[in-house]
């Protein structure tokens, strides 16, 4: 199973940058789906990105626009940029990998990093 490991994350003022780092401990195939998932307390976890094993990407509504999704096969990372962040882009933010096959989230059956927290001021 892979491990994922999150950094980057921290503090930033609303209309800020912000740029978000997911390592995997082993290799990723380059037809595994990668994303980005973020929960706050309370609230269900929402998909924020993805990357497909061809390349394509898919964003939700809230932040198409503003951030972008990434991925670096040679050194295993997942990367995202959050730009023109707002106040309710605070939360716990997860990367994930699974089989792009099984669907478009990885549930039960992807590897799940521990989250890094983003919190964004006013």
């Known amino acids: 199973q892979v491990q994922l490991r999150e950094s980057g994350g921290g503090s930033v003022q609303a209309g800020g940058s912000l740029s978000l780092s997911c390592v995997a401990s082993?290799?990723?195939?380059?037809?595994?789906?990668m994303g980005w998932f973020r929960q706050v307390p309370g609230k269900e976890r929402e998909g924020v990105a993805r990357i497909n094993g061809d390349g394509s990407s898919y964003y939700a509504d809230s932040v198409k626009g503003r951030f972008t999704i990434s991925r670096d096969n040679a050194k295993n990372t997942l990367y995202l940029q959050l730009n023109s962040v707002k106040p309710e882009d605070t939360a716990m933010y997860s990367c994930?990998?699974?089989?792009?096959?099984?669907?478009?989230?990885?549930?039960?059956?992807?590897?799940w990093g521990q989250g890094a927290q983003v919190t964004v001021s006013p």
């Open positions: 082993g290799n990723i195939h380059s037809t595994d789906c």
């Open positions: 994930a990998v699974w089989i792009c096959a099984l669907g478009s989230d990885p549930g039960d059956f992807g590897s």
